[in-house]
């Protein structure tokens, strides 16, 4: 069925002119008449009895205009369904992300809903590079925030940001007026470390490595939130990205910069870059990396 017959015919039944609805509709009466000859030949019936004043419906004119209202209703709210579709696609952004950035995402889920109220969200820690890899290339998710620099031929990355590693410890461990540590005075100081398979880790050993002492790990640990719980227990100190520990609820733990070395990495936003980016993900992209360039890099803030 023709749409645009549908939307001829039912203006001239609204009007009950073929001069006044080919005005309405901005086509000659001519053009007109043809396309309602036609919807009437293709229905086998006649819609509309003439007469000199106009037009008026047949019984079964009428049925037929209820039926088509209702179908152009219904491809009106689908076109309009359709925008919502190319502002907000599935209208669920699914995110990988590493543990480190969980304390400050939230914030940016709040901006996003502020402009795409409609939109769910789906968080994933995702720690392995692999992973992160893997969900990115199946479309899994829309897009991962690592530290891990992610370079395949499908994606394209940006830095969000450079953090330095903040060193925790149990209130009263150091004095309350300390407010940097060398890392050569954490040489005999037990040490609480993320598994050897992880980034982090390689950027705590380089810096004991540049002040040429060895540390004294007593701990491994896989996650900041359990690491932060072990020294709240006195268990020992850790290096934590700065802005994971200003954002998160130990608010209790000392503090300190490390110095001599202090070790630094940065933070990336990966995305497939020939998939289709919505403008909700392209809005929530855009939150992320004005974010970033409000993190200094000595500050944290």
Request: glycine fraction near 4%; include cysteine; hydrophobic fraction near 40%.
């Amino acid at each position: 069925m023709n749409l645009r017959r549908l939307f001829y015919f039912t203006t001239l039944a609204e009007v009950r002119s073929f001069t006044r609805a080919a005005k309405k509709l901005h086509i000659s009466q001519p053009s007109l008449s043809y396309a309602i000859k036609q919807l009437e030949k293709n229905t086998d019936t006649t819609l509309f009895e003439r007469h000199e004043g106009g037009v008026i419906l047949t019984d079964i004119g009428q049925q037929f205009f209820n039926i088509s209202k209702e179908l152009l209703a219904h491809y009106d709210e689908a076109l309009t369904e359709f925008e919502t579709i190319k502002e907000t696609g599935t209208g669920t952004i699914s995110i990988g992300m590493i543990e480190a950035v969980k304390n400050w995402i939230p914030t940016i889920i709040s901006d996003h809903q502020n402009i795409f109220d409609n939109v769910n969200y789906e968080l994933y820690e995702i720690l392995n590079p692999a992973e992160m890899i893997s969900s990115l290339k199946s479309y899994h998710t829309h897009l991962c925030i690592s530290n891990y620099l992610i370079q395949e031929d499908f994606t394209a990355y940006e830095t969000l940001y450079e953090e330095e590693f903040a060193v925790i410890a149990k209130p009263g461990y150091f004095a309350p007026s300390k407010k940097e540590v060398s890392v050569a005075e954490l040489e005999d100081v037990p040490l609480i470390l993320s598994p050897n398979k992880y980034l982090t880790q390689q950027n705590i050993l380089q810096a004991f490595n540049e002040a040429k002492i060895k540390p004294n790990i007593k701990l491994k640990v896989e996650k900041f939130e359990t690491t932060c719980t072990c020294v709240e227990a006195g268990l020992g100190v850790a290096f934590v990205p700065k802005n994971f520990i200003l954002y998160s609820r130990f608010k209790e733990l000392q503090i300190l910069k490390p110095i001599n070395p202090t070790p630094v990495r940065s933070v990336y936003i990966v995305y497939h870059k020939n998939r289709t980016i919505t403008k909700s993900v392209a809005h929530f992209i855009n939150l992320c990396k004005t974010f970033g360039k409000r993190i200094d890099l000595t500050s944290g803030q």
